[in-house]
Nanobody, 122 residues
Framework: QVQLVESGGGLVQPGGSLRLSCVAS????????MGWFRQAPGKQRELVAL??????????DSVKGRFTISMNNANNANKTVYLQMNSLKPEDTAVYYC?????????????WGKGTLVTVSS
């Protein structure tokens, strides 16, 4: 099993910044990617940003240039992914979920955090 613990959500004014963190622990030997999804009220969950252990990243078009994802692969005891969010807009308001993909033959298993609320409002 893999445990994901998120932190860093909250209320911020438009144009402000927040940094989300997510620590993965447990059976993470096969962990090869971590990312952030978000779900706004009445909308489907969408991928915001993804980082692989090989250093690749991918972003939702609407957050490119404003959000930065980074992943700390320093050890096998735990891995951390960060999402630096700048120039926040009201439309970024959502519950943000941390995701980790862990390969253990023969399957790739997704794990989810409980979510952290980000509210962008004046």
């Amino acid at each position: 099993q893999v445990q994901l613990v998120e932190s860093g959500g909250g209320l911020v004014q438009p144009g402000g910044s927040l940094r989300l963190s997510c620590v993965a622990s447990g059976n993470i030997l096969g962990l090869h990617a971590m990312g952030w999804f978000r779900q706004a009220p009445g909308k489907q969950r969408e991928l915001v940003a993804l980082a692989t252990s090989g250093g690749n990243t991918n972003y939702l078009d609407s957050v490119k240039g404003r959000f930065t994802i980074s992943m700390n692969n320093a050890n096998n005891a735990n891995k951390t992914v960060y999402l630096q969010m700048n120039s926040l807009k009201p439309e970024d308001t959502a519950v943000y979920y941390c995701n980790a993909m862990v390969w253990s033959s023969p399957r790739d298993t997704p794990y989810w955090g409980k979510g952290t609320l980000v509210t962008v409002s004046s």
